[in-house]
């Protein structure tokens, strides 16, 4: 479905990351104009170089979502490049490295990734949103997890707790936004194999790899675009009536009831 987002401003955090960079590569393929966000300026470049190279409007920001003035910053420097935005992809998060048990975590961890994870993710809807009143509308994609879904063997507390309160976030916010004609929505992906992951994956034993593949219905490792695709149906016009939704990417593993 080419121009899907043609004439659109898309913002996405963590847009240097593995699934962030899939996603702006994809919304850029569909027309959109592209704001990377991250905290990696290395990569940013790299992204912006790629994404250019292929013809794609796009724009890199150094910015840390933790940080609400850099956040503003980034924000106004977005709509003077590109143009206004009315989409908001905030994939900025993870468990950032932080360990898994609960023995092991310290408060440095546990700050870091509540507030990547939630307090970034509420500075970038709340510099973004007013951009969106006065375009008349707009798409928020929120970033969960299976890991907030359902109790993950990999991702600790900390994970857990930040990925289940984005979808408490995310249900507040497409309440008081919806009569702006602004629809918030979050993704919860399984295991997806970014590049950093796919060396973990591999790294495992045969059995431990069985493992995750008997715990998932569909029985595959799924391919990184079935994730990209359910996070533009949630940024684009097919689902103009659903909001405050969450939606499962996850093979089968976890069921809502
Ligand atoms: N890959 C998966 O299997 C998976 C599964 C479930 C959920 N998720 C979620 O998807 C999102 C993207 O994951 P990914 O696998 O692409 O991770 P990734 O580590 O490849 O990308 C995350 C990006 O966020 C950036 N970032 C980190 N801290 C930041 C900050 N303070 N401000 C701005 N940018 C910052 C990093 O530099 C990185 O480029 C995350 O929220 C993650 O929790 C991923």
Known sequence: MPGRFTDRVAIITGGAGGLGLAIARALGDEGGAVAIW??????????VLELTGAGLRTAGFSVDVRDRASVAQAAAQTVETLGIP????????????TPRDIEDITEADLDLVIDVNIKGTYNCAAEVVPHMRDAGGGAIVTFSSIGGRSTSPVT???????????????????????????????IAPGLFLTGRLQGM???????????????????????????????????GPESSYITGAVLDVNGGRFMAG
């Open 38 to 47: 991250d905290t990696n300026a290395e990569a940013i470049e790299q992204g």
């Open 86 to 97: 009315t989409v908001l992809i905030a994939a900025a998060g993870g468990s950032l490295g």
């Open 156 to 186: 600790g507390v900390p994970y857990a707790a930040a990925k289940a309160g984005i979808l408490g976030l995310t249900r507040r916010l497409a309440r008081e936004v919806g009569p702006d004609g602004i629809r918030v929505n979050a």
């Open 201 to 235: 994956f591999d790294a495992m034993s045969d059995k431990d790899r069985n493992e995750v593949l008997d715990s998932i219905p569909l029985h595959r490792m799924p391919d990184l675009r079935e994730c990209v695709d359910p996070v533009l149906f949630l940024a």
